[in-house]
């Protein structure tokens, strides 16, 4: 699975927007800091990696985090 893939599979079980694409805001979507906190920490326990706090903080769309996840698995 892709990180997009997997991302709109965690989001699916927070947010009920279906409409999720790559520039998809994560207010847009539904995506509060709570819920932002919960799919980092899913998303971390899958590509077994962290993300740092001071990064989280900047996250705002969908391919932030994407971003984010990609800088620490290559």
């Not at 893939?5 to 998809?24: F, P």
């Not at 799919?39 to 962290?50: P, R, T």
């Not at 994407?66 to 698995?73: F, G, L, R, T, V």
Request: glycine fraction near 2%; charge should be negative.
């Amino acid at each position: 699975m892709t990180i997009l893939e997997n991302l709109i599979k965690i989001s699916d079980q927070i947010s009920k927007n279906k409409n999720i694409t790559i520039t998809s805001s994560l207010k847009e979507i539904g995506i509060d800091s709570l819920d932002l906190l919960d799919m980092i920490v899913e998303l971390e326990g899958i590509y077994n990696i962290e993300i740092d706090d001071s990064v989280l903080l900047k996250l705002e769309t969908v391919k932030d985090v994407i971003d984010a996840i990609e800088h620490k698995i290559t």
